[in-house]
Structure formats: C-alpha cells, structure tokens
C-alpha cells in the first residue's frame, strides 16, 4: 500500500518509461537480429559490440524497480 509521502507520480513516469522503452526493444529487435545475422563469423568473436548487442535483446530486464 502506498503511503501518502510516496512519491507515486515518479513511480508512475518510471513505469510509463519503462514500457517506452520495451516497446522499443520489441520493435526494433527483427531489424537488430538481421543487421547481426549479416556480420561474417571473424567479426562475432572476440572483442567488440556482437554479444553485448545480442545481449540487450535477449530477454533483458527492463523494469523500474
């Protein structure tokens, strides 16, 4: 139960955002998946950005708590 010195209006635009932005996760990971899947297998290992790309779209929390 919230207490009346929550600032609920905060938590509130946190949850607003947080649904932004899996809204935009969704929309754009076909396009990311694609733009991946075209990259030669030299350049998907090692470092660089492949797997943390991969990674953000791959069942990655977004939430404001």
Same mark, same amino acid.
């Given at each position: 139960?919230?207490?009346?010195?929550?600032d609920t209006?905060?938590? $509130?635009?946190?949850?607003?955002?947080?649904?932004?932005t899996?809204? @935009?996760?969704?929309?754009?990971?076909?396009? =990311? &998946?694609?733009?991946?899947?075209?990259?030669?297998? $030299?350049?998907?290992?090692?470092?660089?950005?492949?797997?943390?790309? @991969?990674?953000?779209?791959?069942?990655?929390? =977004? &939430?404001?708590?």
């Open positions: 139960m919230a207490d009346p010195r929550d209006a905060s938590f $509130e635009r946190e949850c607003r955002e947080a649904l932004a899996i809204k @935009l996760h969704d929309d754009a990971r076909p396009a =990311v &998946h694609r733009r991946l899947g075209r990259l030669p297998a $030299e350049l998907r290992t090692g470092p660089g950005t492949f797997y943390e790309t @991969l990674a953000a779209y791959n069942d990655h929390p =977004v &939430h404001p708590a």
